[in-house]
Structure formats: C-alpha cells, structure tokens
C-alpha cells in the first residue's frame, strides 16, 4: 500500500468552549452530562447559554442514563471528511434520549438492519485518544 | 396595514455560462452575471443604488462600488441562510425599494469552481454551522447530505415514502433540463440509472444529490412604477417571506425534523399575494436533494404531511402536469448557483420566454429557497 493510505488527514474536533467542556469532559469520565437550567430545572442540548423557557443564565450539569430509542440514521457511503475514509460505510443513529434529549452516534457492530424507530438501544463510549471520547450507541 | 404585495417587479435577469468548472473567479463571474441582469432591465450600473450579494460567497458590495463605479450605493445588505438567501434577499430587496430606501437592487450570486475537500473544512467555519461542526462532526457528520439523510430517513419510515418516488424528482428535473441548453446534465435518467447510482449517505443515492456547479446569476429588482419603463414584461412580486425551523442549527434536536422553516413563510407569502395553492401555474422549487423538494411541497401545503411522494408521482410535477417543477432542471440537472438559476427560470417563465418548456399561459408562480439545516424563503410572483 502506497504511504498515503496510511496518512489519512485527522478527523474533526470539538473546539472546547465554556459551555460545551463539561459535556466532553463527562464523555471522557464516561458520563453523559448535560445542561440543567438553574431557573426553571429543564434538561437542553446542545449545550447554550440561556434557557429558551426561563431566559435563566444559570445552569448546572446533570447525568443522563444512556438509554434511549432510535428517531432516524443514515449509513454514510460516501466519506465527506476523508479522515473517515477507512470507516465508510458506517452507520450513524439520532437518538430520543429517555429523558427528553436528542443524541447522535456512531451505531456499534455498523449493521443498519435491524434498525427502526423507536427500537432500543444504549449510549457507548468511544474513546479515541486520552483526551477525546466520543458518543455511540448500541442495539439492546 | 403596509404590504409588500406588487411594489416591485424583477426587471433584469442575468446569468453567465454554467459548468463543473471555470477558469473566471467567483468574483468575475457574479459582475458578469450582474452586468447582464442590469442590461436585460434597461439599466446601466449607474442605475444601482442596492446590492445584495452572497452571504456565504466572500464578495461584498463594496465589490460592485469598485468595479462597477457605483454613484451612490444607498443600500447593501447580506441574507446568510444558504440557499434560501437568493429568495429571502428578494424580501429584502422588496423592502428596500417599496420603502424608497433605494430605487434599483441587484441581488447577485456566483459559485467558483470548488475541489469536495473544501467544501467539509468551510461548512465546519460557518457559523451557523457551529453547533454541527462541534457536536457532530467529530463523530463523522460532515456534509448535507448526512445532515439530511436523517431527515429523508425518518420521512419514509413514518410516511412509507420510497427512493422510488424521490427519483421521480429527479427524473422530472432531468427531463426538463433536456430542454434547456444551460443545462450542464441532459443525458436521460431513468429510475433504473437513479437506483443503480452510488449510494451517498442512505437513503440518499448520487442522483439524489445536486450538482457542484461554477458560474452566476442575478436579479435587478425595481419598484413597479419603474418597471413599466423596462423593456421585458414586468413580473411582479406578489408576496415574499421567510421562515425558520424549530432549532435551526441543529437538525438533531428539531422537535419535527420532517417540517421546515418554509412551513413558516409560505403562508404569508400566498397570503400577500392574495393567491390560493390551485392559482401556482410553474414552481421552481430548491433541490440541493430530491428529498427537500418532497418535504418542501408538503409545508408548503400542497398536500398533506406525509402524501409527498404520492404528490410528485405520476407526472404531475411534469410540464404538462397539474404543477410544473424545476423547468430548467433545477440544482439536480441545470446547475448549482444557489438558487439563483430557480429566480432567474421563474422569470423567464412568467416573461413566457422559455421557448420549448415554456409553462402554457403561465401567469402565476413561486419561487422557494431552502438551507443552512432548514432555513426556507419563497416568492410567488405574477405577470
Ligand atoms: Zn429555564
């Protein structure tokens, strides 16, 4: 194989900001932390500064249970970012989260088959390297 | 009440040579684009007192002061929503002129030749693609396609749509292409070509995708009273809007993702131009995918969530069919500028200057943008 097949160019990373790094530091601990609103105690995600019900600035960070249902995926033929070149095709799922989040995730075992809205599945944690962990799920 | 409804027309129309490449930059593409628009409304580029160009282009209206020594430019204005910018710049542009701010407002769109791998790396610096490039795209959601193929997933799984009847987009819009020598893609497509093309992001195939396109067009928008000195037939713009989804730079948490911002804007638009659904002789509707159109029609309300695929079967988005859509080909087979091309075809269509696919007696139509994760705008305008 020539030397550039084992060059791909590195893939994607979050930029870390005051609100987004507790979210990527609990995946690294293998915790799924997200927004809690200080004023009025609604669950958000992605993470932002204000609560769209209370327009409460304060926040705290809450774990969630992993579990959820599947809302729609994709398999992903073609590599739009070449660092996922390799992976293609790979399966990536939207997530109803149980306690009332969306998450997206790459699906575990990459089989689209058995998929269908509303079946089960868990959040996995896919660790990349010591700093960055990434979300995933699995069919339960 | 103060109504936008027919205080301005499209005067001009423009465009430049479509194709994969060109050797012209983006820039002199949109001033070649813009110059014919201004000469196609009788104008000079002295006339220019607006410009509105490409939010997501690099070219500012500074651009057209220096080349094309523009007097006195009184207004600019830029309209960021991906490729409902063209369309939500007509709103902007109609404001402008029916306020008296200015008197003659180019809107002007070019596209440079562009290699894939840039495409990713400039999407992730958007900013309204902020949360997508820090949520999503490290685990592997890159393009539009992907963003959207969950959209078209969840479509056909709560409503039985098929790949079936998303080809039907995209053979209509083939078909029609045929008949415009712009065209960049006029071979005929099949349903057996369109299941047999690569799959790109499921279910999303190659043929469901639009075409990356160089080249420009452009628009010159004026108040009505000066129109009647233009030498085209004036096209009104009868009502125009824009709308934005629930949660729209994130697809992923869209509490409906099969509902679109145009779900928003196209009542107000029908409204304003004081016509119903049956009135709409030709629609150019956005196609950055076969699927968007589908979803388009059904927020616009031409049927029922969920009877899209049914809708554009059976020929009737056709020419000769019940709703004409795409008459040029769209971004799926005439060229990708954005939209741009769709405002220009509207044009020539209710001008009934389309020669072979000209729309029979088409005095009513509509106009759609669609982008950045779901953003809609839509004219409907009249002869
Ligand atoms: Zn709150």
Redesign the interface.
């Known amino acids: 194989m020539s030397a550039s097949h084992d060059q791909l160019p590195e893939?994607?990373?979050?930029?870390y900001?005051d609100e987004?790094q507790p979210y990527w530091d609990g995946l690294r601990e293998h915790k799924l932390l997200v927004q809690r609103c200080g004023g009025c105690n609604t669950l958000r995600?992605?993470p932002r500064p204000l609560c769209d019900g209370c327009y409460s600035l304060e926040y705290d960070w809450t774990e969630l249970s992993g579990s959820g249902k599947v809302?729609?995926?994709?398999?992903?033929?073609?590599p739009?970012?070449?660092g996922?070149k390799r992976?293609t095709?790979?399966v990536?799922v939207?997530v109803d989260l149980a306690e009332g989040?969306?998450?997206?995730?790459?699906l575990e075992g990459n089989d689209?088959s058995a998929l269908?809205?509303g079946r089960e599945v868990e959040l996995t944690f896919n660790d990349v390297d010591a700093e960055?962990t990434?979300?995933?799920f699995r069919l339960v | 009440m103060f109504s936008l409804a027919d205080k301005t027309a499209v005067t001009g129309v423009g465009e430049t040579a479509y194709g994969r490449e060109s050797r012209k930059s983006q820039l002199t593409l949109t001033l070649e684009a813009s110059l014919a628009a201004i000469n196609d409304a009788g104008l000079t580029p002295k006339d220019i007192d607006g410009v509105i160009p490409y939010a997501a282009g690099g070219i500012v209206a500074e651009d057209f002061v220096t080349n094309f020594g523009l007097p006195d430019l009184r207004y600019s204005a830029l309209t960021p929503m991906g490729g409902a910018s063209p369309v939500a710049a007509l709103q902007s542009a109609t404001m402008a002129v029916a306020t008296g701010v200015a008197n003659h407002v180019l809107v002007a769109l070019g596209r440079g030749s562009i290699s894939?791998?840039r495409?990713?790396q400039r999407l992730?610096e958007m900013p309204q693609m902020r949360?997508v490039?820090?949520?999503?795209?490290?685990?592997?959601?890159?393009?539009p396609?992907?963003f959207y193929?969950?959209?078209a997933?969840?479509h056909m799984?709560?409503f039985g749509t098929t790949s079936e009847q998303l080809a039907e987009v995209a053979m209509t819009c083939r078909r029609h292409a045929q008949m415009n020598e712009r065209a960049m893609m006029r071979k005929p497509m099949t349903l057996a070509d369109h299941q047999a093309s690569?799959?790109?992001?499921?279910?999303l195939h190659l043929f469901d995708c639009c075409l990356e396109s160089a080249g420009a067009a452009a628009v010159v928008i004026s108040s009505v009273e000066r129109a009647k000195d233009s030498p085209h037939r004036p096209v009104l713009i009868g009502g125009v809007a824009e709308g934005h989804p629930d949660s729209p730079s994130?697809i992923?948490?869209r509490p409906d993702?099969t509902r679109l911002g145009i779900a928003r804007a196209a009542p107000i638009a029908f409204a304003m131009a004081g016509v119903e659904h049956s009135d709409i002789d030709v629609a150019e509707i956005y196609d950055c995918f076969t699927y968007i159109v589908l979803c388009q029609l059904e927020d616009m309300g031409f049927c029922a969530k969920g009877e899209g695929g049914d809708f554009v079967s059976n020929g009737r988005i056709s020419l000769g069919g019940e709703l004409p859509v795409n008459t040029h080909g769209g971004l799926l087979s005439e060229a990708h500028i954005a939209g741009m091309n769709h405002i220009v075809e509207l044009v020539r269509q209710l001008r009934g200057d389309c020669g072979e696919r000209q729309v029979k007696d088409a005095e009513v139509g509509l106009v759609t943008g669609f982008g950045d994760l779901g953003d809609g705008s839509i004219a409907v305008m009249h002869r």
């Open positions: 893939k994607p990373r979050p930029e900001s987004n995600h992605y809302h729609s995926w994709t398999v992903s033929h073609h739009f970012h070449p996922f992976e095709p790979y990536t939207t989040l969306r998450l997206q995730g790459v689209a269908a809205i960055l990434l979300p995933g | 894939g791998g495409i990713t992730a949360l490039s820090e949520f999503e795209m490290p685990i592997g959601t890159n393009a396609a992907q193929a969950h959209m997933r969840r799984e709560l690569r799959m790109i992001a499921d279910p994130a992923t948490q993702m």
